[in-house]
Structures are given as C-alpha cells and as structure tokens.
C-alpha cells in the first residue's frame, strides 16, 4: 500500500479525477495533435541528453584510469597541448543539435500558439475554485467543470480569471496556460483520442487549489453536439421530481464549490438545515432564510451579504430561468 503510494501517488480515483496513466514510468496518454509532437521533441531531448552523459562521463572515467598517477617515476607533462581538429568537431556537433533543438522547438511552438480559423470558440474563467465554461457557438450553454469537446475539430480556449491568477492545466494535450484577471489568453488543441481526462488548476490560487479541478470529455464528432444539448441541458425531466431537478442545477452552477451540505464553511456558508432559519448580514440585521430570500441571494448575491463572508458569490441572473431556481429552492429546503 505504502509502497504502492510511493510509486503510484495518490489513486486517482480518490482524487476524484479520472486515470491519466498506468504505471509511474509511462508518459501520459496523448490525446491531442500536438501533444504527440510534443512528447517527439521532449524525448529527442531527453535521448539527447543520456547519450551526452554517457559519451562524457565514459570518456571521463576512462581517461582517469588511463592517465592515473604512476605509482614510481615517469611524471613528464605531455608535449601535445590541444587538438584544432577534435576541438572543432566537439563545437561544431553539439552547435548542431542545438540548432536543430531550436527549430523544432520553434516550429511547434508557433504552431501551439496560433490556433486555425475554423476552431470552435470556447470561453473558461477561472474563479475561486471551479471554471466556468462557456459555449458562445452553441446556444450559449454554460457548464462548471466540464469540458466536452470533439475529436478531430479544432477548439480554441480563451481563458480568463474573475479574482486571482489561476492556470488551466491540460496534461494529455500538454497544454497550460495561466488565466488572468483582466486579460484574455488563448490557447488551442484538436483532440484525437475519445475519453474522460482530467484538468487541473496549475497556479496556487488560496487554500482550495487543490480542489480546483475538472474534466474534459472528448467525445466522437458525431455524438458532440447531442451530448453539449444534454450536458446544458436544464429542463426538469417528466417525472423527476422538484427536488431531484434542483441537485442537477446545484451540480450544474458548481455551487458545491462554495457551499457544503455537511455543515461546513467554504467560500460560502454551508447550506445544510438553513431553510426556515434567520441569517445575520453585515450590517447586523437578521433576515428569515425563505424562497424570496434564496432567490435574491441566487439572482443578486451582494444584496444581502451574510456576516462573516465576502461578497464573493457570482450572480446566476440570465443563466438559470425561475423554473431552475424553483428546483434549488426545493432541493435547498430538502437538506435539513
Ligand atoms: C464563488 C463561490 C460561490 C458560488 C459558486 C456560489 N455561492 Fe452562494 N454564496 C457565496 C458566499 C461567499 C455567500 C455569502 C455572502 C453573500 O451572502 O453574498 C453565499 C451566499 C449564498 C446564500 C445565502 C446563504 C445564507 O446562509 O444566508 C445562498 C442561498 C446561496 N449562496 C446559494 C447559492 C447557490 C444556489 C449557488 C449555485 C447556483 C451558489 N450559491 C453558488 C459563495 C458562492
Ligand atoms: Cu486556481
């Protein structure tokens, strides 16, 4: 176990993330384009540099050997000072290989920074501590968390921050780009390989960081589309109940991020048992929790500031419709 921790880390399923690989000495799975040209470069480098050591640290200790100090007698410096020709060829293989180093290098990166006209837009805001991603192209749907892409289609990220820097992490297609508040930075991949992977947040961004993380579904050209509409979808299904409608939206908007149903306290108070309670704002006042009450915290969040938090709630106004809000209201007065 110990030692499985060791080598392995952590299970990742108790990360809640999906598996990236199988055993601690394979590269990750490569899932995009470009990161298969990536890992190309990263291991001509590495072969690069075991050659290197082995070529100089043998050549090292074999001279040492050869060249000792004899035990008696003998000890007249060699005449040779240096060699033009083996001097050039030790400069000239070297500059070489940098320079072949260099262009690969440069030729991919140009590449991963400049994305191609026909790629799917798609928007991510880092906020402590979920993303929201959203789909201009695509009716406007909005999900927290949750990447769902198509293999073989371009798909531009634009990434931005609402508080502190984060940084959107990507590891089976080695992308990695820091989000910034009050900037836009981009990045792009075109996705190969069907599957379930995760994302992480890769700038330490408060006590939470670690908790910051996603997946990205890729999922068959074909079924993409169908599987964006069911993804935001957020309609109450015939027969599901008020409450069960209201756990989807709750999983949908990310609040889970921010709000416990155990009793306690993250970015925001913890939901559990407060319906029917009174709440202590700011300013003193108290103020009965209700339907009213929860719909303005949910549609004006810093209209009412609960006492020991900060205004830090986004407004869900335009994104969630009254039918939505109906369900988080039931499914909040359901956790007692
Ligand atoms: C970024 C963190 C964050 C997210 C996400 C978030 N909230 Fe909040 N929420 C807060 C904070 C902080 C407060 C307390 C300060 C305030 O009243 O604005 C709060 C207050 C509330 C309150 C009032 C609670 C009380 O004890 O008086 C309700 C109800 C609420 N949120 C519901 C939701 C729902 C429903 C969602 C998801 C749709 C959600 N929140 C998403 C941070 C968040
Ligand atoms: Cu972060």
Same mark, same amino acid.
């Not at 201009?136 to 406007?140: I, L, M, R, S, W």
């Not at 890769?202 to 910051?212: K, L, R, T, V, W």
């Not at 559990?272 to 319906?275: E, H, S, T």
């Given at each position: 176990m110990i030692l499985n921790l060791l080598l392995l880390g952590p299970d990742p399923a108790l990360l809640g993330t999906p598996p990236m690989s199988e055993s601690p000495f394979s590269l990750l799975p490569a899932a995009s384009t470009n990161a298969q040209e990536i890992d190309d470069v990263y291991i001509f480098i590495t072969a690069l540099c075991v050659i290197s050591f082995v070529i100089l640290m043998g050549a090292q200790i074999y001279f040492m050997l050869k060249y000792k100090k004899p035990k008696a007698g003998h000890r007249k410096t060699s005449p040779l000072t240096h060699s033009g020709k083996l001097e050039f060829w030790w400069s000239f293989i070297p500059a070489i290989l940098l320079l072949i180093l260099f262009g690969w290098g440069e030729t991919l990166y140009m590449k991963m920074m400049s994305p191609p006209d026909d790629a799917i837009s798609i928007r991510v805001t880092g906020q402590k501590w979920f993303w929201t991603v959203e789909y201009? !192209? *695509? #009716? %406007?749907a909005i999900l927290t968390d949750e990447l769902i892409v198509p293999v073989g289609i371009p798909v531009r990220l634009t990434l931005t921050s609402n508080d502190v820097i984060h940084s959107f992490f990507i590891p089976v297609f080695r992308l990695k780009k820091d989000a910034v508040p009050g900037r836009y930075t981009n990045m792009w991949f075109e996705a190969t390989t069907p599957g379930v992977y995760p994302i992480f947040c #890769?700038? $330490?961004? %408060? !006590? &939470?960081?670690?908790?910051?993380i996603g997946k990205v579904h890729v999922v068959p050209r074909e079924e993409y589309q169908a599987k964006l509409d069911e993804a935001a979808r957020l309609v109450q299904d015939e027969g599901e109940s008020m409450v069960d409608f209201g756990k989807r939206v709750w999983d949908r908007g990310g609040c889970a991020s921010c709000h416990s149903l155990d009793g306690t306290t993250k970015t925001g108070p913890s939901l559990? %048992?407060? $319906?029917g309670t009174n709440e202590t704002l700011v300013d003193g006042s108290t103020i009965a929790i209700d339907d009213n009450y929860i719909r303005e915290s949910i549609l004006e969040p810093n209209a009412k500031v609960v006492q020991g938090? *900060?205004? &830090?709630m986004p407004s869900f106004a335009g994104r969630f419709d009254d039918k939505a809000i109906a369900g988080l209201i039931e499914f909040i007065k359901s956790n007692k």
């Open positions: 201009p !192209d *695509t #009716a %406007g #890769a700038e $330490y961004c %408060g !006590d &939470q960081h670690s908790s910051m559990k %048992g407060k $319906y938090f *900060t205004p &830090q």
